[in-house]
């Protein structure tokens, strides 16, 4: 597969990964060929980038750190729990057994996975629709937040407690007017402040339901927009005052916002999105935490166009373990791919500058 703008797009050409809308339903499958009016369409739904097929990148497998059936079945219970506790106000969330079993399930099977992968460094672009955004960002944020947690070394028993703390994390934005809800809308500075209510909102719905959840996983709730240097909300905690898992919750949240979020123009890049994470350690996040986070996920995914210093372009074909910043490549050659290995490790003169104009996100 390789990545490329809708722009890039020619007759003929075939998805190579399955499309899902925000809530977990499938918009195109694998294989589907590309015409003019599902391009137009995808656009609408707010995406810019997609993987199509390429004989010349057969061999590359791109695999999810977590299986497409967890995804979408952990998709399906956070939206059914949210919309019920949205609805009565979780009165009755603590009482139904299915909804609260699939929500744990939900938890329980991303912990396992994450846990049992191989290679936790995350290859794969994130291209997911605007519809459902609340649902398909909050499984999301478990899932690079469980990793984080794989890389900090956090004890087994607590994994639960985290995964649904980072599930449940913006429950408290469902209690916010619809529009508020819109990850690429700007906001006024008075809409700002009411925002800024859905950290308090969503801990105190949770705290309402008593045992129904874990003191851990409502704090994840509460804290996950404070700030290591007490510039946060919503009680301005600073340094070890926040808690660990809002902690992690903070910087996955972050980042996943600005690989999704159209608000300032386009959605961020991976590597423009870790960029900006690493510039916020010791500030907005403790700099151990930045460097745990920026361990699991790939600055230039596979099928990416990369640029490099020589004004030469290769598309990501594996990473070099321990240094993702210097990924093995196939040299690009007009239309045509280079069938042999470029390794950035054995060219310290060649360093990538820039994603090329074809994975524009």
Known sequence: MRAVTLEQITPGMKLGKTLFAGDGRVLLHRGTVLGEKYVEHLAGLGFSALYVEDAQLADIQMNDVVTESTRLQATSAVKDAFVQMRTNKGRNFHQDWSGRRALYHAATSIMTEIQASKDLMFQVMELRAQDGYTFAHSVNVCILG???????????????????????????????????????????????????????????????????????????TLQHHEFWDGTGYPKGLAGDEIHEFAQICGIVDTYDRLITSNKFGRRALPHEALEYIMGTGGRQFRLEMVQAFIAVVAPYPLGTTVRLNTGEAGVVIRLEKGLPHRPVLRLVHGSRLDPNEFRLTEHPDRVVVGVADTVAV
């Open 146 to 220: 469980m990793a984080m947690a794989r890389q900090l070394n956090i004890p087994h028993q607590k994994l639960v407690d985290l995964a649904i703390g980072l599930l449940l994390h913006d429950i408290g934005a469902l209690l916010l007017p619809e529009e508020m809800r819109d990850p690429n809308r700007l906001m006024s500075e008075v809409e700002q402040v009411v925002y800024r209510s859905h950290a308090q909102g969503g801990y105190d719905l949770l705290k309402d339901m008593r045992e129904t959840f874990g003191a851990t996983s409502k704090i994840v």
